[in-house]
């Protein structure tokens, strides 16, 4: 008998939000992806989230073998910050639901840190194994950035569930390294799987038509994807754009949206201001996920200022379009990007190295393709059901079902 059925635990990240919004970015993308990659192979996946303002349904089918159940705990629209206290009673409620249908679940995923808690005592419970992806971890985003405040409670919690959880996903070196480094992880126990893209959704397309349909003329795009939060470095972006040799024909388009109320789009917004490009950037907001390829495509450069990615999805979307990406040299964005085949990667705090990459790409269309087949070909390698195919491994070796395992990322 192989592995059939697995719990995953997404507490705040629901995969029916939409991303790119708020706090609502590549888990939620994550684990909708995977799930219906290891849906379609056969494996029937409960997603526990927590019920929020958005749902109409408690129960949702999202696709073959794939359902998100909406469990309730604190106010609907309770603030990430404030979730932790809720943890026990999250914990209570699957259970019950639990109980209440006879399900048994082979394995228990789970995502982020305050998932990790509670996987952690359901795979307690039910005596399976407990696979834990962490998406960031707080010692990590308080090394990349002075000012990032975590609750004391997040690394105490990461520490924890880093020594008793039976695997544990990185998604790239970097991130495997920091464990073991600053958390005492054993790194025979963390396995690489990289995030995946949906190569049928973000795939290259005719530019003009996807420039027509966007009503842009013949500026040349630099594109922002993600949500806007300081941890991202939009500053960098518009220092990029200000340092450029001649930003005559040239837009930025920002896609993405803050919290809302947050004020870090106006922070950004004046610094534009102050820089002289408040008419050189458009601020679209948060766009569809399905979308979004039109962008990418209509782009010359997809540019990833970050201060940290633990992975960086809006790399791998842009390369799966064929676009070149210009990134910060962080996290799991040096493992995506190879250095001057599918983009660059430039250090923190140079937009003069930032400008001077874009300018490269911009006005060289023959760099501008190599740069952007060599990324298709990568990203290539990793569609969902390559990543699900990794993650099934896992799964499988945990509980006692090896199958062969070529995980060669
Ligand atoms: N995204 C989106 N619409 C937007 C902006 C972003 O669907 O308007 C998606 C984007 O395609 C990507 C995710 O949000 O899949 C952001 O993921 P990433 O790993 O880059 O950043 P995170 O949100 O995890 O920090």
């Not at 992880?185 to 530019?207: E, M």
């Not at 990667?345 to 190295?353: E, G, V």
Request: glycine content about 10%; hydrophobic content about 40%.
């Amino acid at each position: 008998m192989s592995v059939r059925r697995a719990a995953f635990i997404t507490l705040h990240a629901c995969p029916l939000a939409a991303p790119g919004q708020g706090k609502s970015g590549g888990m939620n993308v994550y684990v909708r992806q995977l799930a219906a990659a290891l849906g379609d192979m056969g494996m029937q996946i409960d997603i526990f989230t927590r019920e929020h303002s958005d749902v109409f349904n408690r129960i949702e089918t999202i696709g073959p073998n794939v359902r998100v159940i909406h469990i309730k705990a604190g106010p609907p629209d309770a603030h990430v910050g404030d979730l932790y206290a809720h943890l026990p009673e999250f914990l209570e409620q699957v259970n019950a639901f639990r109980e209440e249908e006879g399900l048994k679940y082979d394995v228990v995923h789970s995502h982020y840190w305050l998932s990790s808690w509670i996987g952690r005592e359901l795979s307690k419970v039910m005596g399976v194994p407990h696979l834990v992806t962490f998406h960031t971890l707080a010692l990590l985003k308080m090394q990349s950035r002075a000012g990032e405040v975590e609750q004391a409670e997040r690394p105490v919690i990461e520490a924890e569930v880093i020594a008793t959880a039976d695997r544990i996903i990185a998604f790239s070196p970097h991130e495997r390294d920091a464990m073991v480094r600053l958390y005492g992880a054993d790194a025979a126990k963390i396995s690489l799987v990289p995030c995946g893209v949906d190569l049928s959704v973000f795939r290259p397309l005719d530019r003009k038509t996807a420039r027509d349909r966007l009503g842009l003329n013949g500026d040349k795009i630099l594109l922002y994807v993600g949500r806007v939060e300081p941890l991202k470095g939009l500053e960098l972006l518009i220092e990029t754009a200000a340092q450029m040799d001649s930003e005559d024909g040239v837009r930025v388009m920002v896609v993405g949206a803050d919290v809302n109320g947050d004020g870090e789009t106006d922070r950004v917004k004046l610094l534009a201001k102050e820089r002289d490009l408040e008419d050189q950037i458009d601020f679209v907001g948060q766009v569809d996920h399905n979308e979004l390829p039109l962008y990418y495509n209509a782009a010359d450069v997809c540019v990833v200022p970050s201060y940290y990615e633990s992975f960086g999805l809006v790399a791998l979307e842009a390369m799966a379009c064929g676009i070149p990406v210009v990134a910060t040299r962080v996290g799991g964005l040096s493992t995506i990007i190879q250095h001057g085949s599918t983009g660059y990667l430039k250090p923190w705090r140079c937009p003069d190295a930032f400008a001077n990459s874009v300018e490269m790409i911009i006005s060289s269309d023959g760099l501008q393709q190599s740069l952007g087949e060599a990324g298709r070909k990568r990203a290539e390698g990793m569609g969902w059901d390559n990543v699900a195919a990794m993650v099934w491994d896992e799964y499988a070796v945990l509980t006692g079902h090896p199958t062969k395992g070529d995980n060669n990322y």
